[in-house]
């Protein structure tokens, strides 16, 4: 276990036992992972040769290519793709559509559909995040009760939180860690559920008169639940 994804989690997950506002700890994790690559990308990391290499080969999701955009530095993001496109133009150009084509750039533009460099950066951390939880959880007892403090995990997060526990732990580690774990995404989905009923029945004249309760912003949190809070942008400092 690598003690520079140690402090992360542990970070994230104090953050959401203290605040349930929080939400999910891992969704905290991938957008701080994400927020630190595109200050990385727009920043020191982008006139280093071998990372012109990697975005020149790679590209961006469109994700990402639009939260680069709204960073407040069209130059360094026009540094990256004058780069970019001059490669891609050599590539392309061979063996092109308007002469005699060939597979060649077909090839080359379904890579980078597939590709994102920020992305895959991420994925790598995450990754690594995920089985750190799983370890933290095995062995530091204090990691187990912030665990059990969670408000709620999103599905995506909890199932590839539990597959990652499959492959790291012992039969009868990986039953307790499910049964610590389901409980809170159980009794959120519980609660979610009648959120969003209520919310709809306040559309009703006969609900009217009565309150909103906790159903106000059901629908954005069971969006969230669903399919993670991701690309949040970070909260402006005071």
């Known amino acids: 276990m690598e003690q520079i994804y140690t402090i992360p989690v542990n970070e994230a997950f104090e953050a959401s036992r203290d605040d349930a506002s929080c939400g999910c700890p891992f969704c905290t994790l991938y957008n701080k992972l994400e927020q630190d690559e595109l200050e990385l990308i727009l920043g020191a990391s982008m006139m280093e040769p071998d990372v012109r290499i990697q975005t020149n080969k790679e590209g961006f999701c469109r994700t990402h290519y639009d939260m680069m955009f ?22 392309i150009k061979e063996g092109g559509f308007l002469s005699a084509p060939t597979q060649k750039p077909v090839k080359r533009i379904e890579a980078l559909e597939r590709s994102c460099y920020v992305c895959r950066r991420i994925d790598f951390n995450f990754a690594h995040m995920i089985e750190t939880a799983v370890l933290l959880w095995e062995s530091d007892p204090d990691f187990r009760q912030k665990l059990s403090a969670q408000p709620y995990f999103c599905l995506p997060h909890y199932r590839r939180f539990l597959s990652c526990a499959s492959e790291r732990l012992p039969k009868k580690e990986l039953k307790d860690l499910a049964s610590a774990v389901s409980p809170i995404v159980e009794n959120y989905l519980d609660k979610l559920s009648g959120d969003v009923s209520w919310f709809c029945k306040k559309f009703d004249y006969r609900y009217d008169a009565e309150p909103w309760y906790d159903s106000k912003d059901a629908v954005e949190r069971a969006i969230r639940f669903l399919r993670s809070d991701l690309h949040r942008p970070p909260e402006k400092k005071k």
């Open 70 to 91: 709204v960073r407040k530095n069209r130059l360094g993001m026009a540094l990256t793709l004058e780069s970019h496109l001059n490669e891609l133009k050599n590539e």
